[in-house]
């Protein structure tokens, strides 16, 4: 778990020089532009970025958890807007290539892991976020088609993507009447809210998603009907480990930033770095990220094992690190005092895209319930 294999090291390296040469130097641009860099994506999908963890079958790479963590990481460091939106098309990616049909497989996956179209995860809804089980889209059967009709909120690629994986309701109230449904974004009756103003994440696009009689065919159900909210939740593990290791990966070129920042800086007559009570500082957001990236790797392999614990793991990983992130990053424009409060520095940038992470994915009181109630199970 501590030791990277040669193949690793190797995705490391190619990752790394990605997000050095086609991110970072453009993520403040983005970020005050609010530019989605479609283009961009596309060049990742064509280092296998779009399909990760899909099956090779149809275009994916077939990597593991443990590797995605890894690349995460990395991609964060070059801007973490663009790395989480890469997590949340990946999660729809897995989706379609593990529970879609034949048919569905090799008609979507293939463009969707090379990134030529893009997907998005419509779970939430105005009335209905951390409950997600309480949600009202409907999908009810209409000869070899569903009629979808509701709205999704907060969805990210919502207007740009072409494949919208819509968690409906085909059944009675609760988890066992909610289905997976691919939408693609030609049909009639989808529609789009405007672009959300927000804090941070602003190179990618945040949207309602309004489905208005839109009719599909019923081969586009993902898996069984009533197994959907099994789907959402299982693709949220993996996405929990992946926005954490984002987070780690802003966090930590904040830390690195910093470093640079404190030894070249004096003050009161000597170096930033020289002064003991900004060591302990940067010490903690080491320490921290450290323990981060530790847990994140235990929560990646137990999820690549099957082990038992592996959604409490995921749970405790995504709230630690979010959590020991942002703080970091924070710490992090604090060290740098006014010149970390400008645009130009790019450190307010990572604050602002990592606060959002300690909400979706599962806000992390939601992860304290998960972990809570699996320390209560173990015991009965």
Request: glycine fraction near 10%; charge should be negative.
């Amino acid at each position: 778990m501590y030791a990277l294999t040669e193949e690793q090291d190797a995705i490391v390296d190619a990752v790394r020089d990605f997000a050095t040469v086609s991110l970072a130097p453009h993520a403040v641009e983005w970020d005050q532009a609010k530019h989605f860099p479609v283009d961009v994506l596309r060049e990742a999908g064509r280092l296998g970025l779009g399909g990760i963890y899909a099956s090779e079958k149809h275009g994916g790479v077939g990597l593991t958890r443990s590797d995605a963590v890894l690349i995460f990481e990395e991609l964060a460091k070059g801007d973490t807007t663009i790395a989480a939106y890469i997590s949340i098309h990946n999660m729809v990616v897995w989706m379609i290539d593990t529970f879609g049909s034949d048919q569905i497989r090799a008609q979507w996956v293939p463009e969707l892991a090379t990134m030529e179209k893009l997907g998005s995860y419509c779970l939430t809804e105005p009335e209905a976020g951390s409950d997600a089980a309480a949600l009202s889209t409907s999908a009810l059967r209409d000869g070899d088609h569903y009629l979808i009709n509701g709205t999704k909120q907060f969805i990210s690629g919502a207007g740009t993507s072409s494949a919208y994986v819509v968690m409906a309701r085909t059944g009675g109230h609760g988890a066992q009447g909610i289905s997976a449904i691919l939408v693609p974004s030609d049909v009639e009756g989808l529609s789009f809210g405007a672009n959300e103003k927000k804090m941070g994440w602003n190179a990618q696009p945040t949207r309602q998603v309004i489905l208005d009689n839109v009719r599909v065919p019923v081969n586009n159900l993902l898996g069984e009907e009533g197994a959907g909210f099994t789907i959402a939740m299982k693709g949220l593990n993996g996405g929990r480990i992946n926005i954490g290791a984002c987070s780690l990966g802003g966090a930590q070129w904040a830390l690195e930033k910093t470093i640079a920042y404190v030894t070249q800086r004096s003050a009161f007559g000597k170096p930033l770095a020289e002064h003991q009570a900004l060591l302990f500082t940067l010490a903690d957001m080491e320490t921290e990220l450290q323990a981060a990236r530790a847990l994140l790797h235990r929560a990646a392999w137990a999820l690549d094992t099957g082990a038992d614990d592996a959604i409490s793991l995921c749970a405790m990983a995504k709230r630690f690190a979010t959590d020991a992130s942002f703080t970091a990053a924070n710490a992090a424009l604090q060290l740098h005092g006014g010149y970390g409060y400008l645009a130009d520095y790019g450190i307010e940038k990572v604050v602002r895209d990592l606060r959002v992470h300690q909400i979706l994915e599962g806000s992390n009181e939601i992860m304290r319930l998960i972990v809570g109630r699996a320390l209560l199970d173990d015991r009965q």
